[in-house]
Structure formats: structure tokens, C-alpha cells
């Protein structure tokens, strides 16, 4: 009997001593987590890039490569300075339906501000309430984006502006008819005065007011400027590991970098679907190289949060889905890897640098938690009062 006892008391001590050694070692594994944390924010936030962790970068993009950080200054193009006056004219005709065919459909009407500049639809209902075959992208910080477009077919925001109107499922009308229009509307004839010297009214004068007043949207401070600016405390502990993993393990910063969050670059990021109803050959449709098939271009991720369903097909329409994707390094189903278009046989090359990330539930979690960090605050403008 006594032998029994002094057994269970064993026991007893013994399962008590395993307890705590249990308990101190998932301690310590909390304080070495919170202590990596700790040192993660004071890098992050010491207002110095230089002393950021060194990226995990991808051979191929070392070279010119661009650290994530604040916007750069905009740029506007000499054939095209900015001038307060050329902005109101511009923005004034970004919300005018008269430039469409119905005169009916404005750009405003697919690129909201209120929206973040976007529909938030999947695809983008233009004339007759037809769907497009693309997800409208944000206005958002575009003087920060070298080509136009998921596959870059416009060069400049001039060329672009009138790409809209002549298009039949957007605002379906001819250009020399949507100009004519706005010509002859007495109220025009003073804003163009004021921003070109006299009232005549051209396309070309059109294109580039559209263009000066897109330059000046940009997004207003976010959580991450503030963060690498020296606030500390704005960042969560998640946030901070979330950027972290942007940098390192989930390999984001491959693509997706510079202040725009964007290299402006083409790849292939497995979303082609070759051989399905909603194939998008990308950007093999402007340049007709066997190696471009698929690839879009790298959008960028500020207010990433506000612009879904995301991708170029509004495929995804949550960030954990985009982020699980990635996740899985992309993945294509092999049906959709190839097709054949006008008698040539294309393949789906994905970009070598999307792997399987092996990243936790946590850290998926993370990573979106960082992508919150880069939106900021919804500004509603005051429409324009149309000139009549
Ligand atoms: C019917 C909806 C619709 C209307 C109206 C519309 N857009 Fe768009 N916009 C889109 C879609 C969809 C895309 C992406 C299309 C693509 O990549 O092929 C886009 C892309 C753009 C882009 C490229 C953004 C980037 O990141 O590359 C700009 C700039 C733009 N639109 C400006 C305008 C302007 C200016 C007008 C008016 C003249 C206008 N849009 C009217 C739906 C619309
Ligand atoms: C190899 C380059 C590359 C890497 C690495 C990469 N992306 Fe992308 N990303 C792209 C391209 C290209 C697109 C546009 C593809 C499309 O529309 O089909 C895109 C689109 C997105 C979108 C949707 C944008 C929108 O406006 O709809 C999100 C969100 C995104 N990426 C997040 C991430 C995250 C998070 C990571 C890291 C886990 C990452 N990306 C890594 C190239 C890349």
C-alpha cells in the first residue's frame, strides 16, 4: 500500500516538474516570439531604411530593385504641366456623360471616388449595360504607373483617355463626336480658356486636361507611411510581421515594390485560364510574343483593401482567397495551361519566381493584415457642376 502511495506521489511530482518545464518553454518560445517582434517594429519604424532587414529577393530582380516606402514625388510631362485650371477642366470632364454615346456613362461611372476610384464589380457594366471582359482598375496614384491597363496597351494617360470613349462596350462613342459635343456646350468655353490659353475645344486638349486631373489623385496618408515614419505604435504586432513576410518568406517584394508597390513590370502569375470562357491571353494580345502570353500587368497594392474583387478578372473576391493562391504557389489546372488561338498554339509560362510559401494560417493571416495597413481614408469629392 505504501508502495502504491509513494508511486502516485512520484507521479504526482513528476507530472508537476514536466508541467512547468511544459509551461517555461512555450514561455520562452513567447518571449522569444514577442522579442522578435519588438525588434521587427524598432527596425521598421526607426524612420531609416538602411536599417530594415535585408528582402528576399529573386535573383532576377536584384538589379533594379526598389525597396516598398512613401510615394515619390509626380511627375508631370513637359508637353503637359500641371496647372490648377487644366485640373478643374479635367475633372470636370472625368464626370461628364456627354463624352459617351448615351450620354449617359461618365469615367466616374466605372471609377468611383467614392469606391476608391473603382466599380467594385467584377467586370464593368458600359453601354446597354454590357459587361466588359476586365475589372476596372483604380485612378488611385496612377502618375506612378508606366504603361497603362492589365496589359500596358496605352503608353501615356493622354493616349489613354480617349481608349474609353470610342470603346463600344464602355462609352461607345466617336471621338470626333464626343469632342464635337462638348464643343458646342457655351459653358465649356471658358474652363478651356482658362487652362490652354483660348476656347477651342480638341481631342488632343481633351486628353490631356483628362490626364493632368487623373495625375493629381493620389491616396492621402496610410497606417504603413505612418509606421515607417517613426510611429511605432501605429503598426499591430501582426501588421509588423505581416510586413515582414511581404519582405521575406511570401516573396511579394519581388513584384510588387517601390513606393507604388509596383515595379510596372509583365509576369505571369497563373490567372490566364487558357482554354476557358474567361481566358485572357494578357499581354501576348499587344505585343504577340510566344513569352508574354498571360502575363498582366503588376498592379500595384496601395488601397488594395478598398479596390476589390481583385485581379484582373475579378475572380477573387477576398484577400485571403488572392493570398491563399499565392500560398499555393499559383497554381494551373493542367487542362488550362494551353489553347489555340488564331491557329497558333500558346502556352501559360507562370513566373518561375511564384513557389509554394508554406505559410501558416497565422501568417496568411498577417500578410493581409499588412495589405490593411496600405489604404487610407475614403474622400468624397464634390462632383463638378456640369457646364451647360
Ligand atoms: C464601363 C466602365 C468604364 C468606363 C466608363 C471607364 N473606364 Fe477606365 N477602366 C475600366 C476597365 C474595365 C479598365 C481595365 C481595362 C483593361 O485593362 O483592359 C479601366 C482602366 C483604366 C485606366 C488604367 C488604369 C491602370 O492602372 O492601368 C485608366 C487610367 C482609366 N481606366 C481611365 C478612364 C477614363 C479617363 C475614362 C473616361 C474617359 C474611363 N476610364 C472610363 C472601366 C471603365
Ligand atoms: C511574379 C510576380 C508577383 C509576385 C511575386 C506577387 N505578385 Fe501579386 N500580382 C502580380 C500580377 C502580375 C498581378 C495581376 C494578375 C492578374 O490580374 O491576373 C498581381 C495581382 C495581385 C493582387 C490583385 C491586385 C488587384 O488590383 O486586383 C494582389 C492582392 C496581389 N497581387 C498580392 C500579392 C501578394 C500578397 C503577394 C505575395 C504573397 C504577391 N502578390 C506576389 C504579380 C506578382
Known sequence: MRNVISGLILLFLGSILLNNCLNSA????VTDGQSLVNKLRKLYSSGDVSKWPAAELDASVKKNFKDIGHLSEIK???????????????KTLFYDPRLSGSNQIACASCHDPELAWTDNKTLSFG?????????AMTILN???ATSLFWDGRAKSLEEQSSMPIIDQREM???????TGKISKIKGYEILFEKAFGDKNVTTERINKAIATFERTVKSGSTKFDRFIDGK?????????????????????????????????????????????????????????KLEDVGKFRIPTLREISRTGPWMHHGV?????????????????????????????????QKSPMLK????????????????????SRTVRLTPPTLPQ
Open 232 to 288: 511605432s505604435e501605429a503598426f499591430t504586432d501582426d501588421e509588423v510581421i505581416g510586413l515582414h513576410l511581404f519582405r521575406t518568406k511570401a516573396q511579394c517584394i519581388n513584384c510588387h515594390n517601390s513606393g507604388y508597390f509596383s515595379n510596372n513590370e509583365f509576369e505571369n502569375d497563373g490567372t490566364a485560364i487558357l482554354g476557358a470562357k474567361k481566358q485572357d491571353l494578357g499581354r501576348y494580345l499587344i505585343t504577340k
Open 316 to 348: 477573387f473576391t477576398s484577400l485571403t482567397d488572392v493570398i491563399r493562391f499565392y500560398n499555393a504557389g499559383n497554381p494551373e489546372a493542367q487542362k488550362r495551361l494551353s489553347t489555340i488561338y488564331n491557329g497558333i498554339t500558346l502556352n501559360s
Open 76 to 90: 508631370f510631362p513637359e508637353d503637359n504641366p500641371h496647372s490648377q485650371e487644366k485640373v478643374l477642366l479635367g
Open 26 to 29: 512555450v514561455k520562452k518560445s
Open 356 to 375: 509554394k510559401l508554406n505559410l501558416t494560417e497565422k501568417e496568411i493571416q498577417q500578410l493581409e493584415a499588412f495589405l490593411g495597413t496600405l489604404r
Open 127 to 135: 453601354h446597354d449595360r454590357q459587361l466588359g471582359s476586365r475589372n
Open 142 to 144: 496612377i502618375a506612378h
Open 172 to 178: 461607345n462613342e466617336h471621338i470626333d463626336l464626343a
